[in-house]
Every structure is written in structure tokens, then in C-alpha cells.
């Protein structure tokens, strides 16, 4: 299979993917479900549990009970998926070698737990309901399995890589991946490239007014569930007495309610090319003391350049 920055496979098609316009409309699915969860993105990303996390303020039990439920919540979207990989909806973002989670959580699981991980872990009570959701929706309506993916795929393929750092640092996992391998994507070198792809083949499918507005139901719906699991790791967590270290200043900050605030989505948008949240990422970072004085020096070093030359 081609690397994704020049091309990805769908069904023994190679497609290229830097030279997709990316012309959207208020009408696309992608753009209907992004402006329609963006009150749900909100909450999840300022729950106390993912705010704590971004900090690094993660308890080593924590981490392995989310990285299992994560577990439960892939292994009940792929096994769906897996069943309706030829629907004429599903089919084009049917991407197994480049999305899949189950194996890789699996292989983590075996880090975290030891080889006999399998005995040793159960679905949580919050993430059994998002479990059960997924499979009622896969025999009962699949074309809501699109909602389900675009939540977590896209969500991880975005903010994962932040996440797999943090963790890394402040659970002093090894450098070479062991414990992270969900943050992983090994098929997909080049992200972006590889959501403008998903975006344009959710753009294509044939649905309509009606099914558009089911599948922003049970988006939202989706987040919800990973909200109610974030709370349920928050609560879990208030009883483990283990040791954690602040690796950094909170990563939303006072936000206000205002997504744009975040660091981390602005960075993401100025990667795509917004230049109003490129703004807001270079404000951000410059109110930091580390950042403020890395740069305070590199106007000193520059400075003292010019002097030498003009001497």
C-alpha cells in the first residue's frame, strides 16, 4: 500500500489525495455534523477527565481503564463495520488498514495488564451503554455507523497525537510506542490528507435531509456517551491514591465555553490553513513563560548577530 501523503487504499484503489479540492458547503455531512456537535465537541473536551489529561495530570489505573474501554467501544464499531463494509453508504469509508483500533489497543492492553490481559479486564458500566448502542444501531440501522466512525476516527486522528505525548511524558511510557500504539496510525502518514479523503467520501454519499439530520442525532448521541465515560474515569479516579505531576500549564485554559480558545483546536485549524486560528494559536502560545522566553532569546541571539555584523 502507498503511503497516505501520496495516496491511500480503499478496496484495492489507490486514490491520491494532495490534489483533492477542498471546496465545502454549509450542505456537506462533514460540515453539518461538525457545526452541529460542536456544543457536544465542547463539553467532552472541557470535562474535568480530558482537562486533567491534557495537563498530564493522569493516573497510570486511569489510563489503563480508558485505554480498555476504548477497547470494548472499537472492538463493537469494527466487528459492525466489518458486517456492512459492502452497504452502498458504508463501503467508501470502509479503510481497515488505516483506521483500525483493535489491534492496536489489544497490544496495549498486553503492555498495560501483562499477557493475560483478557482475564483481567471488564466493560465499565458507562461504556456498556455506548456498546450496546453501536450494535443496536448495526442491525437495526447501519447507516448511523457513519456517525459513530467520524466521532472516533477523526477525533483521533486529530487530537491522538497530542495525547500520545502527554501520556508519554507523564506516565514515563517508553519511547519506542509500548503502551500508545492506539495513538499509532501506521497506514496514514499524512493526517490531513487523509481526513480531506474521509470528508470528500462522507460528501459523496447519497443521503438525504432527513438521514443527515439522524446521523447529527447520533453524533451527538456518541459524545455523549464518551462524555459519560470521561465522568465515569473522573469519579474512578478520586479513589486512587497514586502520585501525579503536572507536566504543563492547563492546556484550555479559561476558555469560556469558546472552542476557539483551545490550543490545540486552534492549531489544528491553522494547520488547515485558517489563518484566524493561526492567529489564536500564536497568542496562545506567546502567553506562556516557557514560550516567552524562548522567543525573548531568540531576539536576543538575532540581535546580537546584527551587532557583531555591523561592527
Known sequence: MMAADSAVSNGGENILTDSDDD???????????????????????????????????????????????????????????????DHAVFAPLYFPSELHRQEALAKDLAYLYGEDWESQISCSAATQPYVDRIHEVGRDDPVLLVAHAWTRYMGDLSGGQILKKVAQRALKLPPTGEGLNFYHFEGIHNPTAFKRLYRSRMNELEVDAETKDKLLDEANLAFKFNLDVFTELQEIGKDIEEEVQDIGPHAHGDMGGDISKCPYYAAKMAVSGNTTYACNFAKTLLRHSTVQVILATWVAAVAGLVAWYLM
Open 23 to 85: 471546496i465545502l458547503s454549509p450542505n456537506d455531512l462533514s460540515e453539518v455534523l461538525a457545526a452541529g456537535t460542536k456544543e457536544s465537541h465542547d463539553k467532552a473536551e472541557n470535562s474535568p477527565f480530558v482537562k486533567d489529561f491534557l495537563r498530564g495530570r493522569i493516573k497510570r489505573e486511569l489510563f489503563k481503564l480508558g485505554t480498555t474501554a476504548l477497547y470494548y467501544v472499537y472492538s463493537a464499531i469494527e466487528e459492525e463495520i466489518e458486517k456492512v463494509k
